[in-house]
T-cell receptor, first 111, second 112 residues
Framework: DGGITQSPKYLFRKEGQNVTLSCEQNLNHDAMYWYRQDPGQGLRLIYYSQIVNDFQKGDIAEGYSVSREKKESFPLTVTSAQKNPTAFYLC??????????FGPGTRLTVL | QKEVEQNSGPLSVPEGAIASLNCTYSDRGSQSFFWYRQYSGKSPELIMFIYSNGDKEDGRFTAQLNKASQYVSLLIRDSQPSDSATYLCAVIRGSGNTPLVFGKGTRLSVIA
């Protein structure tokens, strides 16, 4: 099956803990993205990558980090510097920067 | 001025009616426009994209673009209760090679 997978579906973080959200795609897309969605809000861009080993900050990159070592994978680390990380995290991918397709999302909750 | 603006709703329409969802954008150079549907607790799914002025139809959905007025809309004909969701408008700024910018979405409720 072709598509975008995210894991885990639900994630709980303790104060001061770093956590990593996984995003994998087998669509051969060049570009990958991470968004955050808070209740009743639109999507806000955290980081994006248009090519392997390169990525750019989005509008709300503080407290997050990413890597793009493989075309298929774009993991997001939520660090302890992110003070309000409870949100729905969405990964997307596309050919260049055209139509984006989304994974199923990871819901992160701080305990 | 926000880059992409949508009325948050809720927009309520009776079953079988036409639902009209509107979106305005601030970057006059924007070239590509997208509509996504998001059910509660789920990720967005692409409904339509439009690049040229005018109308684009796909089944019960019609996207309308007016670049002079910086306005893009989505019409849903014969609305069904299963169309009840939040509809997100997204725009590629400028000439491209930049990520999508999303509006906050309009919540649509189709009443049976």
């Amino acid at each position: 099956d072709g598509g975008i997978t995210q894991s885990p579906k639900y994630l709980f973080r303790k104060e001061g803990q770093n956590v990593t959200l996984s995003c994998e795609q087998n669509l051969n897309h060049d570009a990958m993205y991470w968004y955050r969605q808070d209740p009743g809000q639109g999507l806000r861009l955290i980081y994006y990558s248009q090519i392997v080993n390169d990525f750019q900050k989005g509008d709300i990159a503080e407290g997050y980090s990413v890597s793009r070592e493989k075309k298929e994978s774009f993991p997001l680390t939520v660090t302890s510097a992110q003070k309000n990380p409870t949100a729905f995290y969405l990964c997307a991918s596309s050919y260049s920067t055209d139509t984006q397709y989304f994974g199923p999302g990871t819901r992160l909750t701080v305990l | 001025q926000k880059e992409v603006e949508q009325n948050s709703g809720p927009l309520s329409v009776p079953e079988g009616a036409i639902a009209s969802l509107n979106c305005t954008y601030s970057d006059r150079g924007s070239q590509s426009f997208f509509w996504y549907r998001q059910y509660s607790g789920k990720s967005p799914e692409l409904i339509m994209f439009i690049y040229s002025n005018g109308d684009k139809e796909d089944g019960r959905f019609t996207a309308q673009l007016n670049k002079a007025s910086q306005y893009v809309s989505l019409l849903i004909r014969d609305s069904q209760p299963s169309d009840s969701a939040t509809y997100l408008c997204a725009v590629i700024r400028g000439s491209g090679n930049t990520p999508l910018v999303f509006g906050k979405g309009t919540r649509l409720s189709v009443i049976a």
